[in-house]
Nanobody
Framework: QVQLVESGGGLVQAGGSLRLACAAS????????MGWFRQGPGVEREFVAA????????YYADSVKGRFIISRDDAKNTVYLQMNSLKPEDAAVYYC???????????????????WGKGTRVTVSS
């Protein structure tokens, strides 16, 4: 059974940092793109960041560019999202995602994703 399990969410003050992790299991994700989406109250799920299968190509939403860093550790079947300089508007449930192509995450949004995690909540206090 394929599973993506997120961890690392929590409460942080504005300007602070958090690192999210997503552990993949059930099959090999070595050839998959991995990424993160987020969904705030009353809004659609939106793309945040993606990394291709090699780990060398990354994509970011404009709203997080320069503050968030996505990375993957294939030895641990884990993808990370380092979030720095957090803002109240970053507060959301963050979802891990896997799919065939990293470029499809920003271009097709949720339509580019084959697998989802259940999410981890990030709260940013002002």
């Amino acid at each position: 059974q394929v599973q993506l399990v997120e961890s690392g969410g929590g409460l942080v003050q504005a300007g602070g940092s958090l690192r999210l992790a997503c552990a993949a299991s059930g099959r090999s994700f070595l050839r998959d793109a991995m990424g993160w989406f987020r969904q705030g109250p009353g809004v659609e799920r939106e793309f945040v960041a993606a990394v291709d299968w090699s780990g060398s190509i990354t994509y970011y939403a404009d709203s997080v560019k320069g503050r968030f860093i996505i990375s993957r550790d294939d030895a641990k079947n884990t993808v990370y999202l380092q979030m720095n300089s957090l803002k109240p508007e970053d507060a959301a449930v963050y979802y891990c995602a896997a799919g065939p192509s990293a470029s499809r995450f920003p271009s097709k949004g949720t339509g580019g994703v084959d697998y989802w995690g259940k999410g981890t909540r990030v709260t940013v206090s002002s």
